[in-house]
């Protein structure tokens, strides 16, 4: 909600599974006249998706689909981070594939988000936490990650008004 009520753009998801962070995210994209961009392959990869989620996220997303842009691909795609790369961004969760070039890849696609950059799972892997803690320094952010949270926040740096 602070994002959409401070910064302009679109929200954007990376890894959407079933849905239901889409959806949270939709209700409050809606309120402000905003999109969610929601990038998934939806193929099944061992890691999470089995069949069936992308028909799952669509039931689940139904009441709020108005909001919600739809990029079935994968987020490592040119295409796909060309896309996410020409959208403005007030706030970016990314949850895709858990290994560290495409966290990290991730991160670098939406990096130009005028405010937070959430970082789902950063405990999941040392990959993950490698790839969030690299993603700061090369985005030139900030990394919170309290200890009572799975996700990790890439927070812009303060700028001086001196």
Sequence with gaps: RYC??????CFVEIGCFKGETTRALALVAGEFGRKVLAVDPWLPDGQSCQGGEYELFLENTKACARHI??????????????????????????????EYATCLSDIRSVSHASNVIAVDDVRWSDEVLLAFRKGAWITGRTPIHPNICREGYLLPRATSTK
């Design 4 to 9: 959409a009520e401070q910064h302009p753009g």
């Design 69 to 98: 842009e739809v990029l079935r691909a994968s987020s490592t795609d040119p295409a796909t981070i060309l896309r996410l790369k020409s959208v403005p961004i007030s706030f970016a969760f990314v949850d895709g594939f858990h």
